[in-house]
C-alpha cells in the first residue's frame, strides 16, 4: 500500500490548502484514515479521523473537514482560516484491522 500526500504550501494566516490523500487502490479497505502533522520540535498530532464518522480535535475543529473524494482511492483535507500553529508537516494515515500505513509528508506553512 502506498499513500501519496500533496497539496500543501506556503498560505497567509487566514487563507485555505486542501490536502490529498491518494491510495494505491481502493480505500474501502481501510478502516479508518487520518490527517496527522508535526511541527518542529513536537510530537506528531492527530487533526482529522474519518471513518463511518469524523473526528476533530479541539484546536482545529470548524477549520478543518476531512471527505472522500468521488475518486475511490483519495482522502481530502480541506483547511480553511489557517493559523500559524498550523504550520508542520502533514501526514496521511490509513489503517486496517492489522495493520497501519503512512504516506509522506506534505509541508504547510502559514505566514505572512
Known amino acids: 500500500v502506498q499513500l501519496q500526500a500533496s497539496g500543501g504550501g506556503l498560505v497567509q494566516p487566514g487563507g485555505s490548502l486542501r490536502l490529498s490523500c491518494a491510495a494505491s487502490?481502493?480505500?474501502?479497505?481501510?478502516?479508518?484514515m487520518g490527517w496527522y502533522r508535526q511541527a518542529p520540535g513536537k510530537q506528531r498530532e492527530l487533526v482529522a479521523l474519518?471513518?463511518?464518522?469524523?473526528y476533530y480535535p479541539d484546536s482545529v475543529k470548524d477549520r478543518f473537514t476531512i471527505f472522500r473524494g468521488n475518486a475511490k482511492n483519495t482522502v481530502y483535507l480541506q483547511m480553511n482560516n489557517l493559523k500559524p500553529e498550523d504550520t508542520a508537516v502533514y501526514y496521511c494515515n490509513a489503517q486496517t484491522e492489522s495493520v497501519g500505513y503512512w504516506g509522506q509528508g506534505t509541508q504547510v506553512t502559514v505566514s505572512s
Open positions: 474519518i471513518s463511518r464518522s469524523t
Open positions: 487502490g481502493s480505500i474501502s479497505r481501510f478502516n479508518v
